[in-house]
C-alpha cells in the first residue's frame, strides 16, 4: 500500500513506526530533515522527485551475515527501473546510482535487528525525476529530466520502481542470491578502470590509484591496489570523481 504525505521531516523516519508492514511505501512531496548516507543531508524539492521509504520484513529469509543483498537487490530494482525510462545507469558502491559521473539516486537503508535477525528493513530512496536546478553543494547531481528532456508523472515512476523491486524482493524470497550478487556486480560503477581513492587513515588520508574487481558478500568493496586485492568497508575508501 501506498501512504502519501504532503511535508514531513523524513520518510525513514515514518516508516519505522508499527503501522506499515512489509510492502507498504510512505511517499513525501517535501522532506524537511531528508536524510543522506554519512549523516548527510538530503535536500529535494517539493514535488518535483521521488522520496520515500519501503519496509521489508525480511524475516528468515535473510540471515543478519547476508543484509548486504538486500541492498544489492534494491540497486538492481533501481538500474532496471532507470533502463525502463531509456538511462543507463551504473551501481557505485555501495547503492548510489550514477549515470556516467552524475548522482541521479541516493539510497539509505536501514535495518532493525532483533534476537540476531532483520526484523525490519527500511529502504529510503531518493530518486531526481523532474528537479533541474540543483543547490551548488549538491556534489554532481543529474535528474531523468536533464537526461531525456521530459518532464515526468512521479506517479508512473513510482510504479515503476516498486515493480522491479517487488521482482528483486521475488528473487531475494526465493534464494537467488548468486543471481543478485552477479548481476550487482557486473553493473559497478568504474569497475575495471583504474582510478583514483582515497583512504583515510586517522588524522591524514592517502590518496592512491586502484582498479575496483567487485563486493564481496560481505559488502566490502575490493580493489586491487599496486597488485594487490585489497577489502574496504563502508567510509574506509572514497571514489574521487
Ligand atoms: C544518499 O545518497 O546519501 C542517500 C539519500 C537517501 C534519501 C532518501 S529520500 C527518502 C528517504 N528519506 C530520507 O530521509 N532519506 C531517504
Request: aromatic share 8%.
Amino acid at each position: 500500500m501506498i501512504y502519501r504525505k504532503d511535508t514531513t521531516l523524513s520518510t525513514n523516519i515514518d516508516a519505522r513506526e508499527a503501522q506499515y508492514r512489509h510492502g507498504d511505501v510512505v511517499v513525501a512531496a517535501l522532506q524537511t530533515a531528508g536524510r543522506g548516507q554519512r549523516g548527510h543531508k538530503w535536500c529535494s524539492r517539493k514535488g518535483e522527485n521521488l522520496t520515500f521509504s519501503l519496509v521489508w520484513e525480511p524475516k528468515g529469509a535473510v540471515a543478519v551475515a547476508e543484509q548486504f543483498i538486500l541492498s544489492e537487490a534494491v540497486a538492481l530494482a533501481l538500474h532496471a527501473t532507470l533502463s525502463r525510462f531509456s538511462i543507463d545507469s551504473r551501481i557505485k558502491w555501495t547503492n548510489d546510482i550514477y549515470v556516467g559521473d552524475l548522482k541521479i539516486c541516493g539510497v539509505l537503508i536501514e535495518h532493525i535487528l532483533t534476537g540476531g535477525s532483520i526484523e525490519r528493513t527500511i529502504v529510503g530512496i531518493g530518486l531526481n525525476v523532474n528537479q533541474k536546478e540543483f543547490d551548488s553543494w549538491v556534489p554532481n547531481p543529474t535528474s531523468m529530466s536533464l537526461l531525456n528532456g521530459v518532464d515526468y508523472r512521479l506517479d508512473d515512476v513510482l510504479g515503476v520502481v516498486c515493480e522491479e523491486i517487488e521482482s528483486q524482493y521475488r528473487l531475494i524470497e526465493s534464494g537467488r542470491f548468486e543471481s543478485i550478487r552477479s548481476s550487482y556486480n557486473q553493473l559497478l560503477y568504474r569497475r575495471n578502470e583504474r582510478c583514483q581513492y582515497l583512504i583515510p587513515d586517522g588524522q591524514s588520508v592517502e590518496r592512491v590509484e586502484g582498479i575496483v574487481r567487485s563486493v564481496a558478500e560481505s559488502g566490502a568493496l575490493c580493489v586491487e591496489i599496486d597488485g594487490r586485492l585489497r577489502e574496504f568497508l563502508f567510509k574506509e575508501i572514497e571514489f574521487v570523481i
